[in-house]
């Protein structure tokens, strides 16, 4: 095997030139006027030997690890020259030569086994020569056997130094590689302090936490870099690392591998550049000298924001979900214990509890199965079938129905007779329905509903208004989040789960599709969503798309060449993963 | 036999090289869109000297014969009249040649003559396909005259042989050099119709028939080497002479072949990247309809 990848790009080097070199002579051999006798042999040999093995090797030098070109090719270039060295006795020189040439090569690139075999074979070879050539033209032992022990000599130091420089580079840049792979790729900011508290080295991640350039934190006192607080109280570092002492790290001792796994972390914040209290998970651990003196403290720092507010979303899911089911589960309870213990109301009054019960059932259902979807969503197990509809219909039907439900008057306006778009009907009307009942929910004083449908070349826009409340950019910009809500828990006046828009976002996004929000603040809001169009091509279309097919080679298939390729057995396109 | 000999190298020779140019410009129109295509490049190398060979032999042959220049001018001039206004005496002139240096034979005349169908059918296949035809039929099942193809192959490789020995052993046949890119091709060609076979064969089964177009492809390259073999035989037989044009084109002819075998087992290996692996149309892939909650 090569050693080293720029050893495999020798071999496919080699391997190109020497299957040019072998069709050149061998087509050299065929011009020359007058090729009688040994020559001719030669160059038959090389012809219809060396050009269809030199091939060979070249065709197996493109996989990575070939055996056959690594070995094969000195193995043939030897025979070859061997075959110049019996055949054309008066070129021993230049085959000496050639020799040499090739077990340097092969010492380079097979290694030092391979290349002692040639060397050891050159010299065989080579006193066999002298069996089979003519007196006048045989090498003399004495030139032999000093070339031969040159040859391997040479092949040993050149060996050992490559291998003692490969080595040597390859640990170093191992261990350089590694430190710097991991410091830079580690999601936790890594800052080295000096005994002192001075900030000696900090990795990407800590510049992105501190949220300065490594230049504006390397020789800077961790305080001021930092600022880390516990509760209201900001850490002092003037008597030492407060998070070794915190923490209770292990100390370990220089020279030796840093081992943290699994130290406590203390829980700390520090005052973000933008104004926002940064939660941070904090550990340290000092780094000693033989003696035993602190050299370094390492501190691993992990910003949890993220996880803090997941946590803080989670709460507040489970307060508003526990609200949202509480409401029905109440006016069931109430009605069913009302129709249980009065037996003797009236028929009027039991019929308009039990359509209470029966209305409160179907809400507490589409609550369940909000929250089922929005949790197979986030599983990646919801998938949708993308396929040509007619969304003309599905809209008025989804009107017709909000405003039967809600009695609220719903403005639908599209002035084409058919909306084909490329689209999940399942999916539109979870889409449809969810903005529909926030457009309702969230503009209480009954302002106006309204949907309109219109489409360009490419896309038909849909587009959900109301004039409602309306967010602010902040608010825009998450309102897709699952189990967010514009609105804080204390001051909610409009109940949900917070999960209806994420629901949309994430079925547009399946489809191919795109959502897009416009929004005021007590002016109201606007949900665009667009979808790709299907195209109703005339024959004047036809022979347009016919045209830029054609002006695509292989759009326009089958193109010779890639007949040819379907002919030869070529592998279609790779799968993308 | 010589002005047919010649005649069908002419034609072989122009549909080879006018696939080198059809080539050039299907190449020319997808580079832009897909790069650069090995695949292509290796197939105009092979098409511009397998093309240039035979018009080269053809010209090479007519030229050497007896007549010389007259010989190719009457040939072409005979082909261009209604068939009423050839007298016999030019027709005895043209067809009625002897076997003499230079004058082609039997075993010549039959081998262009085998490849010759396999080689205009892909041509006009490819014709057709950039005309935006289909480019190819189909053949459901195993016809007759498919399953007689191995027979039929296997007779006719047996029959050349023993023709390309008679003829050795009649005229004391001395191998040079000169006539070694020939037997190159041989190899390579053989090699390129292995791939071609073993492809056609695999998709027999899953098609439920053959490609016309795989057909004839597989059946273009054997025959081209079982070409260059003959001419082999003829050259060191002292029939033919080996001219340096000739030459020239068949030593270009070899890395062209090499290029071509190299790309197409870089392909197998994907060691090179290259129009197949360029897709032209967007797949919609279906999934289970969910059940989505209103």
Not at chain 1, 532 to 559: F, H, K, Q
Request: hydrophobic share 50%; glycine share 8%; aromatic share 6%.
């Amino acid at each position: 095997m090569p050693r080293q990848a720029s050893d495999a790009t020798a071999v496919r080097v080699a391997a190109r030139v020497r299957a040019a070199a072998a069709v050149l002579v061998a087509a050299t051999g065929s011009f020359l006027p007058d090729v009688h006798g040994r020559q001719a042999a030669l160059f038959i040999v090389l012809s219809l030997v060396w050009v269809p093995l030199a091939s060979t090797v070249l065709f197996a030098a493109d996989r990575p690890g070939s055996r056959f070109a690594l070995y094969g090719g000195p193995v043939i270039d030897l025979a070859v020259l061997f075959a110049v060295q019996v055949l054309l006795p008066d070129s021993r020189e230049a085959v000496l030569l050639g020799y040499l040439v090739l077990v340097l090569f092969a010492a380079y690139t097979a290694g030092r086994s391979a290349a002692t075999l040639l060397a050891v074979a050159v010299m065989a070879l080579t006193v066999a020569s002298n069996t089979i050539v003519d007196a006048p033209d045989r090498l003399g032992v004495t030139a032999i056997v000093p070339f031969t022990a040159a040859l391997l000599a040479l092949v040993l130091l050149q060996e050992r130094l490559v291998r003692q420089e490969a080595r040597a580079t390859a640990k170093s840049q191992r261990l350089e590689g590694k430190s710097e792979a991991i410091l830079a790729r580690v999601a936790d900011a890594v800052i080295v302090t000096d005994p002192a508290s001075h900030v000696m080295q900090c990795n990407p991640a800590g510049e992105r936490i501190v949220g300065r350039p490594n230049a504006e934190i390397v020789g800077h006192a961790c305080v001021d870099v930092l600022g880390l607080r516990k509760g209201e109280r900001a850490l002092d570092c003037s008597k030492g690392c407060p998070l070794l002492q915190d923490a209770a790290l292990p100390e370990v001792a220089g020279g030796s591998p840093l081992d943290i796994q699994g130290t406590p972390g203390v829980e700390v914040w520090r005052m973000a550049a933008d104004g926002r209290r940064q939660p941070l998970l904090a550990n340290a651990s000092s780094v000693l000298d033989p003696d035993g003196n602190v050299v370094e403290i390492v501190h691993s720092i992990r910003d949890i924001t993220s996880l803090k507010q997941a946590e803080e979303a989670k709460t507040l899911f489970l307060a508003t979900a526990s609200h949202e089911l509480k409401t029905p589960l109440t006016v069931i309870n109430g009605f069913a214990h009302t129709l249980l213990h009065y037996p003797d109301l009236d028929d009027a009054t039991q019929q308009r509890a039990l359509e209470a019960i029966g209305s409160r059932s179907l809400e507490l259902t589409k609550i369940v199965d909000r929250l089922l979807l929005s949790s197979r969503i986030e599983a990646g197990r919801v998938s949708v079938r993308l396929d040509r509809i007619d969304l003309l219909p599905v809209l008025e039907e989804r009107v017709h129905t909000l405003a039967k439900a809600t009695g609220r008057e719903v403005l639908f306006r599209c002035d084409v007779t058919a909306l084909d778009v490329i689209g999940d009907r399942d999916a539109m009307v979870t889409v449809i329905d969810h903005l529909l009942d926030n457009a309702v929910k969230y503009s209480p004083e009954g302002g106006a509903v309204a949907v309109d449908a219109d489409m360009t070349d490419d896309v038909v826009q849909l587009r959900v208004s109301d004039q409602g409340i309306g967010m602010d950019p902040e608010q825009v910009a998450h309102c897709f989040d699952k189990f967010w809500q514009a609105e804080s828990t204390d001051v909610r006046r409009f109940g949900g789960t917070g999960i209806g828009l994420y629901i949309v976002h994430s079925l547009v996004e399946a489809m191919g599709a795109r959502i897009d929000v416009l929004s005021k603040p007590a002016v109201g809001t606007t949900f665009v969503i667009s979808l790709p169009r299907v195209v109703e091509l005339t024959d004047g279309d036809n022979a347009e798309v016919d045209d830029a097919a054609a002006s695509v080679a292989g759009a326009g298939e089958p193109t010779s060449i890639r007949e040819f390729m379907r002919q030869i057995g070529v592998p279609a396109a790779r799968k993308e993963a | 036999m010589t002005t047919a000999v010649v005649l069908t190298n002419l034609i072989l020779g122009a549909v080879y090289t006018s696939y080198g140019i059809m080539t050039i410009f299907d190449l020319k129109r997808g580079w832009k869109h897909f790069g650069f295509s090995h695949f292509g490049m290796a197939w105009i190398a092979m098409a511009f000297t397998c093309g240039p060979h035979h018009l080269e032999h053809a010209f090479h042959l007519a030229s050497a014969s007896r007549g010389g220049l007259f010989h190719v001018v009457s040939t072409i001039g005979m082909v261009c009249r209604p068939i009423s206004a050839v007298s016999p005496a030019h027709f005895a002139l043209t067809f009625g040649r002897g076997n003499g240096p230079g004058s082609g034979g039997p075993l010549d005349l039959a081998v262009v003559l085998v490849g010759f169908p396999a080689g205009v059918i892909w041509f006009l296949l490819r014709v057709e396909a950039l005309r935006g035809g289909r480019g190819d039929r189909f053949v459901s099942g195993t016809p007759k005259w498919v399953a007689a193809l191995p027979v039929l192959s296997a007779v006719y490789l047996v029959a050349a042989t023993i023709a390309a020995i008679g003829i050795l052993m009649r005229s004391g046949a001395a191998f040079g050099p000169r006539y070694t890119p020939n037997l190159l091709l041989l190899l390579v060609y053989c090699l390129i119709g292995y791939y071609l076979l073993r492809t056609q064969l695999a998709n027999r089964e899953p098609m439920g028939g053959w490609s016309v177009s795989g057909l004839a492809l597989t059946v273009v390259f054997p025959t081209c080497g079982v070409m260059h073999a003959v001419f082999v035989v003829f050259a060191a037989s002292g029939r033919y002479d080996v001219g340096t044009l000739g030459l020239v084109i068949d030593w270009l002819a070899v890395p062209a072949a090499i290029y071509f075998v190299w790309v197409v087992r870089s392909l197998y290996h994907g060691t090179v990247d290259d129009w197949n692996q360029a897709t032209t149309g967007a797949t919609t892939d279906v999934s289970a309809a969910p059940a989505l909650v209103a």
